[in-house]
Nanobody
Framework: QVQVVESGGGSVQAGGSLTLSCAAS????????MGWFRQAPGHEREGIAT????????YYVDSVEGRFTISQDNAKNTVYLQMNNLKPEDSAMYYC??????????????????????WGQGTQVIVSS
């Protein structure tokens, strides 16, 4: 059974940085796609970054490209999301999710919350102006 636990959220001022961690048990990274999502009040959950376990290929949406970096440490079964130059509009609950490897390889699916079957409880990020 796959279990996913996020940590590292908090409150920062605009322009600051945070690093989120996602510890996943019961998952073989080589055969998995790991994604970071976020959901602000009144908005749908949106995918922002994914990493393919097979070769560590990464994918980002435009709103975070160049500011956020997703990475993985297979020895620790952990995925990270380094967030730099944070903006107030980045404020949201951030979730980590795991799915089969093929999800990462599809541009139509890799950032779609509906594709992922294993979710963490989320960690809150608040960015003040």
């Amino acid at each position: 059974q796959v279990q996913v636990v996020e940590s590292g959220g908090g409150s920062v001022q605009a322009g600051g940085s945070l690093t989120l961690s996602c510890a996943a048990s019961g998952v073989a990274y080589m055969r998995k796609c790991m994604g970071w999502f976020r959901q602000a009040p009144g908005h749908e959950r949106e995918g922002i970054a994914t990493i393919y376990g097979g070769d560590s290929s990464t994918y980002y949406v435009d709103s975070v490209e160049g500011r956020f970096t997703i990475s993985q440490d297979n020895a620790k079964n952990t995925v990270y999301l380094q967030m730099n130059n944070l903006k107030p509009e980045d404020s949201a609950m951030y979730y980590c999710a795991a799915d089969r490897a093929g999800t990462c390889l599809s541009a139509a699916y890799r950032h779609s919350a509906r594709q992922y079957n294993n979710w963490g409880q989320g960690t809150q990020v608040i960015v003040s102006s």
